[in-house]
């Protein structure tokens, strides 16, 4: 069994049950003691469970309405962003105008755009950072005022600035989903960024994982189908699973990204 499938059963077992024990995962998977701890350190690094004296606890799920900073962010559920991410950009065309918003997942698609002819509008530094070593890209950067933790400009300059451009398609992510009142944000400074956002581009791709399906944030901004259609990663559990098939009956395009079957390369 592979490193990556070990992380998945791993964490499934530590969230159902709250916690598991080396020993006992390690006699379930088939590996020895050792490598459970491996993958465990991995897994805490990575900021996907706590480790524990001969095993691992959950993590409590994190609140929805806390605007977290970047790193927390970034290290959540990293496989599925990576999935996302990876089904994401082969939609991103030569000569296209793109925007990405701040979210970790746009952040993560950042390091998967080739380079190539090029005109990326955003709001995340991150991006910023990540695109200046692509001279074929343009990246105009909206400006605003500088938010350290969520490492992205908010403000009136950033929204005039969205304003002002003529983007082909929008690549962003939200806090919630929820299935009947829509997509929502911990605050209204991110909500009304997004909407600028979504106002300035011709088609809307939204990137999430499925942890914010069936999850309510404290702004709702927009309703569902106000993107051309999602991306998600593969749904393994019933609760993803159904939430998918309500989304298609109500005529949204979903598209399925599947994990890699090993560990996601990092930048």
């Given at each position: 069994?592979?490193?990556?499938?070990?992380?998945?059963?791993?964490?499934?077992?530590?969230?159902?049950e709250?916690?598991?024990r080396?020993?006992?995962?390690?006699?379930?998977?088939?590996?020895?003691?050792?490598?459970?701890r491996?993958?465990?350190?991995t897994?805490?690094?990575?900021?996907?469970?706590?480790?524990?004296?001969?095993?691992?606890?959950?993590?409590?799920?994190?609140?929805?309405?806390?605007?977290?900073?970047?790193?927390?962010?970034?290290?959540t559920?990293?496989?599925?962003?990576?999935?996302?991410s990876?089904?994401?950009?082969?939609?991103?065309?030569?000569?296209?105008?793109?925007?990405?918003?701040?979210?970790?997942?746009?952040?993560?698609?950042?390091?998967?755009i080739?380079?190539?002819?090029?005109t990326?509008?955003?709001?995340?530094?991150?991006?910023?950072?990540?695109?200046?070593?692509?001279?074929?890209i343009?990246?105009?950067?909206?400006?605003?005022?500088?938010?350290?933790?969520?490492?992205?400009?908010?403000?009136?300059?950033?929204?005039?600035?969205?304003?002002?451009?003529?983007?082909?398609?929008?690549?962003?992510?939200?806090r919630?989903?929820?299935?009947?009142?829509?997509?929502?944000?911990?605050?209204?400074?991110?909500?009304?960024?997004?909407?600028?956002?979504?106002?300035?581009?011709h088609?809307?791709?939204l990137?999430?994982?499925?942890?914010?399906l069936?999850?309510?944030?404290?702004?709702?901004?927009?309703?569902?189908?106000?993107?051309?259609h999602?991306?998600v990663?593969?749904?393994?559990?019933?609760?993803?699973?159904?939430?998918?098939?309500?989304?298609?009956?109500r005529?949204?395009?979903?598209?399925?990204?599947?994990?890699?079957?090993?560990?996601?390369?990092?930048?």
């Open positions: 069994m592979i490193a990556l499938q070990r992380h998945r059963k791993i964490l499934n077992r530590v969230i159902d709250g916690s598991a080396v020993s006992v995962l390690a006699r379930e998977l088939g590996v020895t003691e050792e490598t459970i491996r993958d465990l350190r897994l805490s690094e990575q900021g996907m469970l706590a480790r524990t004296h001969g095993g691992a606890v959950a993590l409590e799920r994190q609140d929805v309405h806390l605007d977290l900073p970047y790193d927390q962010r970034h290290a559920n990293p496989f599925q962003k990576e999935a996302i990876r089904a994401a950009v082969r939609l991103i065309k030569p000569g296209q105008v793109i925007a990405l918003d701040p979210s970790s997942t746009a952040c993560q698609l950042a390091r998967l080739p380079d190539i002819p090029l990326v509008v955003t709001n995340s530094l991150v991006v910023c950072t990540t695109l200046s070593a692509h001279p074929q343009q990246v105009i950067c909206t400006g605003g005022t500088l938010d350290p933790e969520a490492m992205a400009f908010f403000g009136l300059h950033t929204q005039r600035a969205l304003e002002s451009l003529n983007v082909e398609r929008l690549f962003f992510s939200c919630g989903l929820d299935l009947d009142r829509g997509l929502s944000e911990a605050n209204d400074r991110h909500a009304a960024v997004k909407l600028s956002m979504i106002g300035s581009a088609r809307s791709t990137l999430a994982d499925t942890s914010k069936g999850l309510a944030s404290t702004v709702f901004y927009a309703s569902v189908d106000v993107a051309e999602i991306i990663n593969r749904p393994e559990d019933k609760p993803g699973i159904d939430a998918v098939e309500r989304l298609r009956k005529g949204v395009r979903v598209d399925e990204a599947d994990l890699i079957q090993d560990q996601p390369k990092r930048a």
